[in-house]
């Protein structure tokens, strides 16, 4: 891990070196220690910025569920068929998660062992919510496949998407974000779509 430098640390560095060591190590195996030795500026200067761990820790994980909640106010996730939004939103998820990879990671990981935890949960839970109600709309449109439970098919969508923080690495190696969207998308809607 490297270390940050005094003279450029500000406190949206001091956040993603947050979200790296909780990342790393867990939230709740991490120590303001183990933070301000990461950072490479004292215990007290985090506190200056803020209350302790738990801080970091919600401004992190509303870095991602505020990124992924704005997708739901994008036109096209507004407008038009359900299950055009629907796709739309798929595809948007996937880049908002490789886009904020290490901050959506750690949201995946939260546990609810606090209260910002439990919170994170809740709007996560709300977020999920949102999309199946999207997919239903689909059902009853009858725009996708009517045999497929919709929990069920809800759970196996995000559970693909939400697996990409487990393999993908932005190295420029691999398959852009707009690639990987593409994949998920063209997966998911080639076994849901109804066929014409």
Same mark, same amino acid.
């Given at each position: 891990?490297?270390?940050?430098?005094?003279?450029?640390?500000?406190?949206?560095?001091?956040?993603?070196?947050?979200?790296?060591? @909780?990342?790393?190590?867990?939230?709740?195996?991490?120590?303001?220690?183990?933070?301000? !030795?990461?950072?490479?500026?004292? !215990?007290?200067?985090?506190?200056?910025?803020?209350?302790? !761990?738990?801080?970091?820790?919600?401004?992190?994980?509303?870095?991602?569920?505020?990124?992924?909640?704005?997708?739901?106010?994008?036109?096209?996730? +507004?407008?038009?068929?359900?299950?055009?939004?629907?796709?739309?939103?798929?595809?948007? &998820?996937?880049?908002?998660?490789?886009?904020?990879?290490?901050?959506?990671?750690?949201?995946?990981?939260?546990?609810?062992?606090?209260?910002?935890? +439990?919170?994170?949960?809740?709007?996560?839970?709300? @977020?999920?919510?949102?999309?199946?109600?999207?997919? !239903?709309?689909?059902?009853?449109?009858?725009?996708?496949?009517?045999?497929?439970?919709? +929990?069920?098919?809800? +759970?196996?969508?995000?559970?693909?998407?939400?697996?990409?923080?487990?393999?993908?690495?932005?190295?420029?190696?691999? &398959?852009?974000?707009?690639?990987?969207?593409?994949?998920?998308?063209?997966?998911?809607?080639?076994?849901?779509?109804?066929?014409?």
């Amino acid at each position: 891990m490297t270390t940050a430098k005094r003279d450029t640390y500000t406190p949206e560095t001091l956040l993603s070196v947050a979200v790296q060591v @909780f990342n790393e190590r867990g939230y709740d195996g991490t120590s303001m220690e183990h933070l301000s !030795k990461a950072a490479g500026i004292s !215990k007290s200067s985090i506190y200056h910025h803020v209350a302790g !761990k738990e801080e970091l820790l919600k401004r992190a994980v509303s870095r991602a569920l505020d990124e992924l909640f704005a997708i739901l106010d994008e036109e096209p996730a +507004r407008v038009g068929r359900a299950a055009d939004r629907l796709e739309y939103v798929v595809r948007r &998820m996937v880049e908002v998660l490789i886009a904020e990879l290490p901050y959506v990671t750690l949201l995946l990981r939260v546990r609810g062992n606090t209260g910002t935890e +439990r919170w994170a949960l809740d709007r996560r839970r709300d @977020f999920d919510h949102r999309v199946a109600e999207l997919l !239903k709309a689909a059902a009853a449109d009858g725009d996708v496949r009517g045999d497929v439970e919709v +929990r069920l098919a809800t +759970r196996l969508v995000f559970g693909m998407i939400n697996s990409i923080v487990e393999w993908y690495r932005p190295d420029g190696r691999g &398959m852009s974000e707009r690639e990987v969207a593409e994949a998920v998308a063209h997966l998911v809607f080639g076994g849901l779509r109804r066929a014409s």
